[in-house]
């Protein structure tokens, strides 16, 4: 039988578990590995940066519910990579993350781009490991999928020597992974079920928030035949929204921070506790409130806030069951009248921002920008969203109707994510219009992976929100606010995609238009008013954002 690389082993085994595209930036000792790859028909998408790498993994992941790939080479290369991984931790998303690294016997002495990567991955992923000779290669990747997607998923490191990739094997010695076709879903206690639904039946003002667990349960579902048959509001997440379509009647993202503060009774399905649910804490929660949590994780059951009732198992699974136990009898009079009055709260709320979303105003007013952005995507279009000012306006201003189609930096609050977000959703779906909305600060932290998307023919649009400042803050700081209104538009021209520049707002359409038409990479550089300028109405915007 014929020896092989390590190099050659781990494309084989990327393609035995269905790797349809890999991120990366080349360098060694990892060209045998890519070689394999391209004959084995898996896609290479070569980054300008090995952070955008890991970003467009995680969106390809986010977008399909697979799990995404990125490589990079040692050092700098993976140090590089380890900022993408960590948005991908924090956001609970399946990445695998793949570095070659110096040889083995070269440990310690000093050798060229000699770096503990596992060591610094360590803490910002579920798993690393480092692989010690070629044919354990397919048992480290097998583990690193099962990991990356079991239990509550994240990002798994791998870190391959030099000498691992290079070294041979006989073939006959090597047993190419495989992941099990169908996994069964956790199930919830069914007398904590029980429990859970008596406490919504005594509830009188209860809500139901959703998160990255559910979607990941792909549990939307279950979760809209739950919401419809107890007639309960529903808010989700950011890294949920679309598992209920925003314009369902009983969503309410104006009327979010009234439905928290006064509600009773909490049913938080597959979301942590963190900060983008201000930790279920008052005062943007009662301290009376009953809490209901199920999460896939045993940890985040009683996280911040102590659980009335909690129920560890499957998202899916358990909504399920409260489907189950809601047909076996259950009055949804009491949360009629109560999503009556929130629907009431949104209705007024979304009246009080018309004027901002059609003002004629120069510079333009972000809202306006959104109005436009919204009004030009189709109804199953993949937005991500970027920044700091655009992304709080965008969060109720531009509604999302599927899951997996909104993509945004998450509780990590990484900007630069926008670029390499949206490139990777559109590997992922080619036949989705995909854009791209982002800030100019954002925007320049990844605005070169742009000539990826030329490079490559991966037709995003790009809308960048140009107020010149980073965060639109106001010069009366002394320094490190001002950015200019470059010309971002000219840059992407530059690079063979299609630019376009906008300071009138009925100029905004026809140029998201033409973008559209071109059929390239495009860039619409929209010149907007800053934060400062808008201060009422991005008060009360974020006030009420997660």
Sequence with gaps: MSEVSGGVILGKALKSLGVEVVFYLIGGPLEEMMWECSRQGIRLVDVRHEQAAAMMAHAY???????????????????????????????????????????MDSRGKGAFEETNQVELMRPITKRAWEVLSPER???????????????????????????????????????????????????????????????????????????SGALWADAGPELQEFIEYTQIPVFT???????????????????????????????????????????????????????????????EIGHNRDADVGIVGDAK???????????????????????????????????QALPQLSTDSKPIHPLRLCKEVRDFLPRDAILAVDGHMILNFARQSIPTYFPRHRLNPGPSGCMGVGIPFGIGAKLAKPDKQVLVLTGDGAFGMNG???????????????????????????????????????????????????????????????????????????????????????????????????
């Design 61 to 103: 992941s986010r977008t399909t519910g697979k799990v995404g790939v990125c490589v990079t080479g040692p050092a700098p290369a993976c140090i590089n990579m380890a900022t993408g991984v960590a948005v991908a931790f924090d956001d609970c998303a399946p990445v695998v993350a793949i570095s070659g690294s110096a040889t």
């Design 137 to 211: 290669i397919p048992d480290f990747i097998g583990m690193a999928f099962r990991h990356a997607t079991g239990n509550k998923p994240g990002p798994v490191y791998l870190d391959l020597p030099a000498d691992v990739l290079y070294g041979k094997v006989d073939e006959d010695r090597v047993r190419l992974p495989s992941l099990p076709k169908d996994i069964g879903r956790t199930m919830g206690d069914a007398k904590l079920v029980k429990e859970a639904m008596a406490i919504l039946q005594r509830s009188e003002r209860p809500i139901v928030i959703a998160g």
């Design 237 to 299: 997440t950011p890294l949920a929204r679309g598992l209920i379509p925003d314009d369902h009647s009983l969503c309410f993202p104006y009327a979010r921070s009234f439905a928290w503060k006064e509600a009773d009774t909490v049913l938080l399905i597959g979301s942590r506790t963190n900060f983008i649910i201000q930790h279920l804490l008052p005062p943007r929660f009662s301290k009376d409130l009953k809490v209901i949590m199920v999460n896939i994780d045993v940890e």
């Design 317 to 351: 699974a358990v909504l399920r069951q409260f489907v189950e136990q809601m047909k076996a009898g259950f009055d949804s009079s009491f949360a009629k009248s109560w999503a009556k009055q929130v629907g009431q709260i949104n209705s007024e709320k979304g009246e």
């Design 448 to 546: 070169m992976e742009m000539d990826t998307a030329i490079r490559h023919g991966i037709q995003i649009i790009v809308v960048v929100s140009t107020n010149g400042s980073w965060a639109g803050m106001p010069s009366k700081w002394p320094s490190g606010y001002k950015l200019g209104l470059t010309r971002y538009d000219k840059v992407v021209e530059a690079l063979g995609g299609a630019g376009y520049y906008v300071e009138e707002p009925d100029e905004i359409r026809p140029a998201l238009d033409a973008a559209l038409a071109s059929g390239k990479p495009a860039l619409v550089n929209v010149i907007t008013a800053p934060v400062w300028a808008t201060t009422q109405i991005f008060a009360s915007y974020r006030a009420s954002a997660i």
